[in-house]
């Protein structure tokens, strides 16, 4: 009996002191994000971001934009509008299509005339390097690109005419990849409500968190792909684009590549505007279902950590440990904990939107229920099905983040 009781104490014990330090990332979050994001920085397009010039000038950057336009999204031709009018005085844009016929090539090429002045071009078809249908879109695009820098940028992004030159900024000399956190512009609709919730949340805390460590030398990666500066340099040692295309997160390896060379990983101040014109719950939560299954393949020991990172699941186990430890009410616990959780959230995402966000306290307060809620069977889901259906294939994930095409197309949810 007192073994027993012995092993209840220890293990309680590990819980809340486990408890505590998510309490401790949520500050460190919180303080890192009110200092690092929307901060401007002069000398944008330096080596250094200080006003000292590499020789030859400013450093030129190549936009590779991997674009497909079925279904069409409604705000794609707003969206890269956005990149012919950046303030930026060297970048060329390469827009990367998969299929002939696809509406997007019309929109492109109607800002090329629209811009005649911005060096732009397009490129049909993709060039079949690995199982990664993304790495096959870009590859011409990148064959092609003729700048010292590569900004990888998702098609559902809008810039700001100042975003490329802060990222820019943000690549010092010791620097070799600058990512934008995701975040979501404003958009009507519980949908949009809900993404701007949960990027502006969870997501950001242990983004930002991360992110610091890996500003500290840390060796940890959190880079992601929907918007990333990188030194094509370093790329090219490793093959170019085209040697990462066994893996579905080709973002993870990219930069697990470049930190192993001992380049630093750094995020901008500007998040990733995510403007999307079709947005749905379904398809957001089948977003967060893939890359759980991303992150349970590439690094395995999130299998046991993740689902005691979230909310709802901490609070039911810590609320237990209370009790054990300091005999305190295990509902009054757990109402604290989370009414305390949604209050550090609440302060997070006027950090990350940079002011109050478009919506009421009430909607906040529906939006974060409803993903603290589901998480832990988004979570269940993904470790159930390893099967990952993406654009026109399905993949079956193994260890490590290497992806096999699959012969059945299986609908992530």
């Known amino acids: 009996m007192a073994d027993v009781m012995l092993c209840k104490v220890v293990l309680a014990s590990a819980i809340l002191v486990f408890w505590a330090a998510f309490w401790v990332i949520h500050l460190i979050g919180i303080v890192y994000g009110y200092r690092r994001l929307h901060q401007r920085r002069g000398g944008g397009g330096t080596e250094g971001g200080g006003g000292r010039e590499v020789e030859g000038g400013v450093l030129g950057v190549s936009v590779l934009k991997p674009l497909v336009g079925t279904p069409m999204d409604p705000h794609l031709a707003a969206n890269l509008e956005t990149f012919f009018t950046l303030n930026y005085p060297k970048y060329e844009l390469l827009f990367c299509i998969q299929e002939e016929g696809d509406p997007s090539i019309g929109i492109v090429q109607e800002l090329m005339k629209k811009h005649p002045h911005i060096d732009a071009s397009y490129f049909v078809g993709g060039k079949e390097v690995g199982v990664n249908p993304k790495i096959n879109n870009m590859q011409p695009g990148y064959l092609a690109a003729k700048h010292e820098l590569l900004l990888i940028s998702d098609s559902g992004l809008m810039m700001k005419e100042d975003t490329l030159t802060d990222m820019v900024s943000h690549m010092t000399p010791d620097v070799g990849i600058v990512h934008q956190m995701p975040f979501c512009c404003d958009r009507k609709g519980w949908p949009a409500i809900l993404e701007k919730v949960y990027f502006g949340t969870g997501h950001a805390r242990m983004y930002l968190f991360l992110g610091l460590l890996d500003a500290l030398g840390l060796g940890v990666n959190c880079c992601t792909g929907m918007s990333c500066l990188m030194r094509k340099k370093v790329l090219d040692e490793a093959g170019g684009i085209s040697a990462f295309g066994i893996y579905l997160a080709e973002d993870y390896f990219f930069a697990k590549y470049i930190q192993d060379q001992g380049w630093g990983i750094r995020i901008a101040s500007q998040p990733a505007w995510q403007n999307a014109g079709i947005c749905r719950v379904k398809t957001f939560l089948s977003r967060l279902t893939r890359w759980c299954k991303l992150r349970i393949a590439m690094v395995p020991h999130t299998l046991l ?47 990350v939107q940079n002011g109050p966000p478009p919506f009421s306290k009430f909607e906040f307060a529906v939006s974060w229920l409803f993903r603290e809620a589901s998480a832990l069977f988004l979570f269940l889901h993904a470790v159930w099905n390893p099967v990952i259906s993406w654009r026109t294939g399905a993949f079956k994930l193994r260890w490590w983040g290497r992806a096999e095409p699959v012969n059945t197309r299986v609908t992530v949810m």
Do not use: K, Q, R
């Not at 005691?308 to 757990?334: I, K, N, P, Q, R």
């Open 305 to 351: 950590l993740e689902p005691f990172s979230e909310c709802m699941v901490l609070g039911l186990v810590a609320s237990w440990a209370a009790c054990v430890l300091l005999h305190a009410d295990y509902l009054t616990f757990f109402l604290f904990h989370t009414l305390t959780w949604s209050l550090a959230d609440w302060i997070m995402l006027n950090i």
